[in-house]
């Protein structure tokens, strides 16, 4: 009997553990979510020409924001940018689909996406549920590609897999402190519940 009470006592103890970190994570997520701006740039399939021409427009658009978008000081600066250009974004990413021969439709909205954890070089990104420039080709049925907006995390060179320092102080000025070791340190552990 006082081993089932122990056991009991153990079970308890894990139970309310793990509410309480789901808890403090989730709420950490909403507040990271508040003070980022997401991209995603969702396929018209998986075949392999789509997928590569996914990526095309990625580029195209990546490099007319890096151009086009000022230095911006804060997350609502730059997701009013955003729905500012939605035609030239939308007009762009065709231009580069009617290039390669393809003759998709294209949708540029700025929304609220679910994501999954994602990592971009030695920062991880919770998943939930985050406001996104979001670009669906076609379909939008194939494989998508993301990255961090604001701040600026989409245009780290993607072959380092390192976030460089500057973006992690600007990350970092915008984040609470607790919300920005989460994503800089994530626990190597995470309880999870499973019920049969």
Not at 108 to 121: H, I, N, S
Not at 131 to 137: F, W
Not at 156 to 171: C, F, G, T, Y
Request: with cysteine; hydrophobic share 40%; charged share 25%.
């Amino acid at each position: 009997m006082k081993k089932i009470c122990v056991l009991a006592g153990i079970l308890i103890s894990l139970v309310v553990t793990g509410i309480i970190v789901n808890a403090k994570q989730s709420q950490m997520q909403e507040d990271l979510a508040k003070e980022v701006f997401r991209f995603h740039v969702l396929a018209n399939s998986d075949s392999d020409e789509d997928q590569a021409l996914k990526m095309q427009v990625k580029e195209a658009v990546i490099a007319y924001m890096k151009e086009e978008i000022p230095d911006s000081d804060s997350v609502e600066t730059t997701k009013e940018w955003a729905r500012n250009h939605l035609d030239a974004i939308v007009n762009l990413a065709k231009a580069v689909i009617r290039e390669e021969g393809y003759d998709y439709p294209v949708i540029a909205e700025v929304t609220t996406c679910d994501f999954p954890e994602k990592t971009y070089g030695d920062i991880t990104f919770p998943s939930g549920r985050y406001e996104a420039l979001r670009i669906e080709i076609g379909e939008a049925n194939g494989q998508n590609w993301w990255c961090v907006l604001y701040p600026n995390l989409c245009f780290i060179d993607a072959v380092h897999a390192v976030v460089p320092e500057e973006s992690k102080q600007e990350l970092q000025n915008v984040l609470e402190e607790d919300t920005y070791q989460m994503i800089t340190k994530p626990p190597k552990w995470k309880i999870s519940w499973f019920f049969f």
